[in-house]
């Protein structure tokens, strides 16, 4: 079962950048599509980005297209979330996920198996 640990939150003022990584272990990683959600104080958890196993194809929720960047290295076994122009309701905690299906939009509604435990964004006003 794959294991995995986020990193690179922190706080930010409004129009600035974070790059968030998220190492996996426990797993052959081009195995899973990986994601991040995110769940702001008070709010459900909700869809960010995600990118397919090969890492040749992103997806992107409305609210932050054209701001962040997903990608992934296979050999570091890692995903990255680059995050521009922050907004303070970008504020949440932010999760990655992995799941071994191929499907991004039913991942992206419906969630991932595999969780991290979450590192925290604060974007300042």
């Known amino acids: 079962q794959v294991q995995l640990v986020e990193s690179g939150g922190g706080l930010v003022q409004a129009g600035g950048s974070l790059r968030l990584s998220c190492v996996a272990s426990?797993?052959?990683?081009?195995?899973?599509?990986m994601g991040w959600f995110r769940q702001a104080p008070g709010k459900i958890r909700e869809f960010v980005a995600a990118?397919?196993?090969?890492?040749?194809?992103?997806y992107y929720a409305n609210s932050v297209k054209g701001r962040f960047t997903i990608s992934r290295d296979n050999v570091e076994s890692t995903v990255y979330l680059q995050m521009d122009s922050l907004k303070p309701e970008d504020t949440a905690v932010y999760f990655c996920?992995?799941?071994?299906?191929?499907?991004?939009?039913?991942?992206?509604?419906?969630?991932?198996?595999?969780w991290g435990k979450g590192t925290l964004v604060t974007v300042s006003s």
């Open positions: 996920a992995a799941d071994s299906s191929d499907k991004l939009v039913a991942l992206s509604l419906y969630g991932m198996n595999y």
């Open positions: 426990e797993g052959t990683f081009s195995s899973y599509t």
């Open positions: 990118i397919t196993k090969s890492g040749d194809i992103p």
